[in-house]
């Protein structure tokens, strides 16, 4: 086959017009892209419900060698838990914690012993079932404690842990505090899924006339 070379003239507005279709094209194309790009997914981040330890007492100025009960109460709102650890400070010059029944012989210098749950938390209106744990340490004015819910069981809302009973024993105020502090895995906590979910506390003074 003989390929023909002619010396025809080269019609370059012919060229030009074809070339600015071509860029336009691209520019088609590109638009196009970009109009209908996927856009990044977005990471929706789970919202932290407050979870509240407080306490209450029964009345809030008491008569020396007087009795007042204080209770331990929850509030989770709609967030599941399963059980909770509480340490509570006090001062104990000014306050002796009591058995919950006078059935219970009232034992004398409570320096720090692992108490018998049942003679010195009242569990009767608490959301909880099983209480394997209580430390008071008169020394120092702590009362550590656990309470669980049934296995398999999930708790949530707002309710009593459990109550203790303090005697006074010196006038003045003093202060029942809830040990926490944020990200600490030594103090109180509500446990959920392996996790504390515990975010906030609040205690309860006393005035001893």
């Known amino acids: ?108 210098q409570i320096k720090d012993e692992v108490l018998e749950p049942k003679n010195y938390l009242d569990t009767t209106a608490s959301f909880f079932n099983i209480f394997p744990y209580l430390r008071v340490n008169n020394l120092v004015g702590s009362i550590i404690f656990s309470a669980l819910a049934n296995p398999s069981e999930e708790v949530s809302g707002k309710g009593s842990v459990a109550t203790l009973i303090f005697k006074a024993i010196k006038k003045g105020n003093v202060k029942i505090d809830i040990s926490f502090k944020s990200g600490s895995s030594v103090d109180s906590n509500v446990a959920y899924m392996g996790r504390d979910i515990l975010t906030g506390v609040s205690g309860v003074e006393l005035n001893i006339k």
Do not use: C, H
């Open 1 to 108: 086959m003989m390929f023909k070379i002619t010396n025809e003239p080269t019609n370059w507005r012919y060229l030009g017009i074809v070339a600015l279709f071509g860029i336009a094209a691209a520019g088609l194309i590109v638009y196009s892209f970009k109009k209908y790009e996927i856009a990044e997914p977005v990471i929706m981040k789970k919202e932290i419900k407050p979870v509240y330890l407080s306490l209450s007492a029964d009345k809030a100025s008491i008569n020396l060698n007087e009795l007042v009960k204080v209770t331990v109460l929850l509030d989770s709102l709609s967030e599941k838990n399963v059980g909770t650890d509480v340490i509570l400070n006090y001062d104990p010059e000014f306050l002796e914690i009591q058995p919950v029944s006078s059935a219970v012989k009232t034992k004398k």
